[in-house]
């Protein structure tokens, strides 16, 4: 049986139906009428009225809960345009993270669009959750520095919800390993690593030791620089002179383990360190023990952060910090309009630059007395 415009009563039932959810009158979440509803609403059998519904779950508009009834599916919420735009970060209020979220902010702004803000303290778990938590909301996009990035991510299926939702999203300062063709901005912490190594080398060091994290994809690949360095120069790697640390234990490790290695004998003359916060405590163990920076053992940081600034005036490696996160909301914004990678003006690599400070001695000079 057909209406006199030619449709189906059932294909203009679910015409509406789906009109209405698009507009926005039915709400993402939100019970819809149940079939005897809507059958006396419109005058049509319950059997038209299943017809009607069956096209809409098919289409992801609509989904059925048994004994409970059909609801408008969360995906509806993210139809339509918010102007919010998620921000994940590991931290939000000390190191570089301030001056990152600065960045992202400015680009969104002047773009019409609004943040909301959320952490991780660089736990997988609470990564899942904040996920979990903004699924539902009325996002147009999401920017996520992923937390311990270079172990597996565990929870792939929320990241599968992004793009069953068609939310775009950006990764920013380290990507999981099992997600590298995913959008991401990096720094080359890699080429970062090789410099700051190099320096030291170039410097007159011979007896380096590592600091890295090894839970994260900077510290690996920090890591990797750090080895080329020294094989570049004809050093055999040793990875008893290698610390590694995780993100629970990093406000401890890195010194202690520094402190015990220099009690038991080894000579160490530099340092490099996974970053300025890093090298400032390293610092702190070895004055501890009497031993002096530069004179006796000379520190390098990484991120160029204020604490790189102060009176030692680290050696490190420059981190465009407002400018990273801009980038990675200008990358957002052409996923957003679909910008075809081919057309794309953002680099995904940003080059390191070393910063010379005064937490490096000469020993070239030393050598030439």
């Not at 290695?261 to 080894?266: C, H, Y």
């Amino acid at each position: 049986m057909t209406q006199e415009n030619g449709k189906t009563k059932y294909y203009v039932l679910m015409e509406e139906l789906k009109s209405s959810i698009l507009s926005g009158k039915v709400k993402a979440g939100e019970k819809l009428p149940s079939e005897n509803e809507l059958s006396q609403k419109y005058h049509i059998s319950r059997h038209t009225v299943r017809k009607a519904l069956s096209i809409l779950i098919q289409e992801g508009y609509i989904v059925a809960e048994h004994g409970r009834g059909t609801f408008c599916s969360e995906r509806m919420c993210h139809l339509r345009k918010s102007g919010n735009i998620a921000v994940i970060t590991t931290y939000i209020s000390d190191y570089i993270f301030p001056r990152l979220i600065q960045g992202m902010d400015k680009v969104m702004t002047e773009n019409g669009y609004s943040i909301i803000l959320k952490n991780t303290a660089n736990s997988r778990t609470r990564e899942a959750r904040v996920l979990e938590e903004i699924l539902p909301k009325d996002i147009d996009g999401l920017i996520i520095e992923p937390s311990k990035s270079q172990i597996l991510c565990r929870h792939m299926n929320l990241y599968g919800l992004l793009e069953e939702y068609h939310i775009p999203y950006v990764f920013i300062q380290g990507v999981y390993p099992q997600m590298q063709e995913k959008p991401h901005i990096l720094m080359d912490d890699c080429q970062g690593g090789y410099l700051v190594t190099k320096y030291l080398l170039d410097m007159g060091h011979e007896n380096l030791i590592g600091i890295f994290k090894a839970d994260d994809f900077q510290g690996k690949e920090r890591h990797k620089g750090y080895v080329k360095a020294l094989q570049e120069a004809g050093f055999v790697y040793d990875p008893d002179r290698v610390v590694w640390f995780h993100t629970e234990d990093r406000k401890s490790k890195p010194a202690l383990m520094a402190g015990q290695l220099l009690e038991q004998g080894m000579y160490i003359d530099g340092i490099v360190c996974y970053n300025d916060q890093i090298a400032t405590d390293v610092i702190g163990g070895l004055e501890e023990m009497g031993k002096k920076v530069p004179e006796d053992i000379s520190v390098t940081g990484y991120d160029n952060s204020l604490m790189s600034a102060g009176s030692l005036c680290l050696t490190t490696i420059a981190h465009p910090q407002e400018k990273l996160g801009e980038m990675a909301a200008e990358l957002l914004l052409e996923k957003i309009r679909e910008v075809p990678e081919e057309k794309s003006q953002i680099p995904r690599l940003i080059q390191p630059e070393l910063i010379p400070g005064n937490s490096v001695k000469d020993r070239r000079k030393q050598e030439e007395k």
